[in-house]
């Protein structure tokens, strides 16, 4: 059979963009002589629509989208996600759903079995389950539909298993001929290759082509990849999407030629995926320029670089905002990158707006040293005066932390943390640093001294994060087993860890829960990230022994 796949960005709620989308897909793909063309999951409403899934007008726009979509269709088949409703009841209203549409009219539809609870997955919260689901007739031939999480709870290919059903080997022992899945997989780092090998395994057991259409795109803090996979019944990858673009492309299912293993580095996945989000969420939530502090160090450093690269350095602004303990270093870093960049670049001393501030509290805070309060008052003007630029000139304003800092709150709450969008906080530093070298890799952007300096706040007399925080290489491997590998503290002492750093560091993290719950959203490109994934309580007392 062959097969296009409509590799598009959907908006959540945008369902005339959305049509328009799919449409045009569509109609490329009957033009190019396709038999089926196929989108990803909820392409209709978008996805994730999280709670606009309670509100009924939602629902009723999608369906009749989906009508209008079904009405548009001639011989080519139209395989499309979207919200479908639950007849049953007892139950959810909706359903999480894919139709195949053709002459005009919705031929059948199918519910998806597996709902992901868990890590950034809710669909339980809104959805009704499949509780059975058989092959369709489509051109003389029984097809397999299954959605996204359907797939990936094969007891081949999975030491543990979320769920007892493996709808995929279902359909093919009712009779399917060709697995098609619709898809809205969040990307992360490794995603690529695992997904690979698991749709590749599966294609061989079940000995049937296998069809996978995934969403583009970021929504939210989630971004997804794209790089849709067809494969022969030999488990030989026929077909490929692009990763973190829009695409069409045309499989034939029994294809014998196969294609090579996708080989771009980490960081060039990690430096498209960064862009992509950024890009969206500044288009899709209306805004079109962003500003930022740029500070001459190498987190704020990589952010102008990802927002120059997303968004056009027509549309970036970057501020310096020195105090009387910054270094002039700092700032012929700042100028310089922001010239290599081409973006806008000012400088606005915070340094008489933070005297003012101690005149006033003197004889409140009088008797007492200072401290990190007067450190705050810093981070707090600069939060003060880029939300003004922000307001004023109707920019988006990024923060610039990264994971380290945000995992055991070396950052301000309303100071540093101000912001609508926390563009490489799921980065722990190593990997700021290891993005920043692939970026320079062809010429320096980014000013050596910004990769070699000790990192710095710069809130007091020749300070570096060091004198507050572990190495950032020690920082970063506890993090990593603690937070992505959920290790237990005894586990982690084992592995080598000197045990006063590791019950400090993870004290850190246990206890500045509440900052991160105050952070503005970040992109997600890890396995494990803070934010709508990790669902820790503030107030709780829990220690490990």
């Given at each position: 059979m062959r097969i296009a796949l409509a590799q598009i960005n959907t908006t959540v709620g945008d369902f005339a963009g959305n049509e328009t989308r799919l449409l045009g897909a569509y109609q490329r793909g009957a033009a190019a002589g396709a038999e089926l063309v196929v989108a990803p999951e909820l392409a209709v409403a978008g996805y994730p629509p999280r709670d606009l899934l309670l509100r009924r007008g939602f629902i009723r726009q999608n369906l009749e989208t989906l009508q209008r979509l079904a009405a548009a269709t001639g011989s080519t088949g139209f395989l499309v996600g979207?919200?479908?409703?639950?007849?049953?009841?007892?139950?959810?209203?909706?359903?999480?759903?894919?139709?195949?549409?053709?002459?005009?009219?919705?031929?059948?539809?199918?519910?998806?079995?597996?709902?992901?609870?868990?890590?950034?997955?809710?669909?339980?919260?809104?959805?009704?389950?499949?509780?059975?689901?058989?092959?369709?007739?489509?051109?003389?031939?029984?097809?397999?539909?299954t959605i996204c999480e359907d797939l990936w709870n094969d007891e081949d290919f999975w030491r543990d298993r979320r769920y007892r059903r493996n709808p995929a080997v279902e359909l093919a022992r009712a009779g399917a001929e060709i697995i098609f899945n619709v898809s809205a997989s969040p990307w992360h780092l490794g995603k690529n290759r695992l997904r690979h090998a698991m749709l590749a395994s599966l294609a061989a057991k079940t000995r049937r082509p296998l069809v996978y259409c995934n969403l583009v795109g970021g929504n939210d803090e989630l971004i997804f990849d794209g790089s849709s996979l067809a494969f022969n019944g030999g488990g030989a990858l026929v077909a490929r999407g692009a990763m973190f673009a829009q695409d069409f492309v045309l499989a034939e299912t029994d294809a014998t030629a196969a294609?090579?293993?996708?080989?771009?580095?980490?960081?060039?996945?990690?430096?498209?995926?960064?862009?992509?989000?950024?890009?969206?969420?500044?288009?899709?939530?209306?805004?079109?320029?962003?500003?930022?502090?740029?500070?001459?160090?190498?987190?704020?450093?990589?952010?102008?670089?990802?927002?120059?690269?997303?968004?056009?350095?027509?549309?970036v602004h970057?501020?310096?905002?020195?105090?009387?303990?910054?270094?002039?270093?700092?700032?012929?870093?700042?100028?310089?990158?922001?010239?290599?960049?081409?973006?806008?670049?000012?400088?606005?001393?915070?340094?008489?707006?933070?005297?003012?501030?101690?005149?006033?509290?003197?004889?409140?805070?009088?008797?007492?040293?200072?401290?990190?309060?007067?450190?705050?008052?810093?981070?707090?003007?600069?939060?003060?005066?880029?939300?003004?630029?922000?307001?004023?000139?109707?920019?988006?304003?990024?923060?610039?932390?990264?994971?380290?800092?945000?995992?055991?709150?070396?950052?301000?709450?309303?100071?540093?943390?101000?912001?609508?969008?926390?563009?490489?906080?799921?980065?722990?530093?190593?990997?700021?640093?290891?993005?920043?070298?692939?970026?320079?890799r062809e010429r320096e952007i980014i000013p050596a001294a910004s990769l070699t300096k000790p990192p710095s706040a710069e809130l007091r007399p020749n300070q570096t994060d060091q004198d507050s925080l572990p190495p950032y290489d020690t920082l970063d491997a506890i993090l990593d087993a603690y937070v992505v590998?959920?290790?237990?503290?005894?586990?982690?002492?084992?592995?080598?860890?000197?045990?006063?750093?590791?019950?400090?560091?993870?004290?850190?993290?246990?206890?500045?829960?509440?900052?991160?719950?105050?952070?503005?959203?970040?992109?997600?490109?890890?396995?494990?990230?803070?934010?709508?994934?990790?669902?820790?309580?503030?107030?709780?007392?829990?220690?490990?022994?």
């Open positions: 979207f919200v479908g409703e639950n007849a049953a009841r007892p139950g959810r209203e909706a359903t999480n759903a894919v139709a195949l549409l053709q002459h005009g009219r919705v031929v059948a539809t199918r519910m998806k079995t597996l709902l992901p609870t868990y890590d950034v997955f809710d669909e339980d919260r809104y959805f009704e389950p499949a509780a059975d689901n058989q092959p369709v007739e489509f051109n003389g031939r029984r097809i397999g539909l294609l090579p293993a996708e080989g771009l580095p980490d960081e060039e996945k990690l430096h498209r995926a960064l862009v992509l989000g950024l890009r969206d969420y500044l288009h899709k939530c209306g805004f079109k320029s962003a500003v930022f502090g740029l500070s001459g160090g190498i987190d704020s450093a990589l952010t102008a670089c990802l927002a120059a690269e997303a968004l056009g350095p027509e549309n970057g501020v310096s905002l020195p105090s009387q303990f910054s270094s002039s270093g700092s700032l012929d870093d700042a100028r310089q990158l922001a010239a290599n960049l081409g973006i806008r670049y000012d400088v606005i001393p915070i340094q008489p707006a933070f005297a003012a501030a101690k005149t006033q509290l003197a004889p409140v805070f009088a008797g007492r040293p200072e401290d990190t309060a007067e450190e705050n008052i810093q981070a707090r003007l600069r939060g003060v005066i880029l939300m003004a630029l922000s307001n004023k000139f109707g920019a988006l304003l990024l923060t610039t932390g990264n994971k380290s800092e945000l995992a055991v709150g070396y950052c301000t709450l309303y100071g540093d943390m101000c912001g609508g969008l926390a563009v490489i906080s799921d980065l722990p530093k190593r990997d700021v640093y290891r993005l920043a070298r692939w970026i320079n590998e959920c290790r237990s503290v005894a586990a982690i002492i084992a592995a080598g860890f000197d045990e006063a750093t590791v019950r400090r560091v993870v004290r850190l993290i246990d206890t500045s829960e509440y900052k991160r719950r105050q952070a503005a959203p970040g992109l997600k490109v890890t396995s494990k990230a803070f934010g709508v994934g990790r669902r820790i309580p503030i107030a709780q007392r829990y220690r490990e022994a």
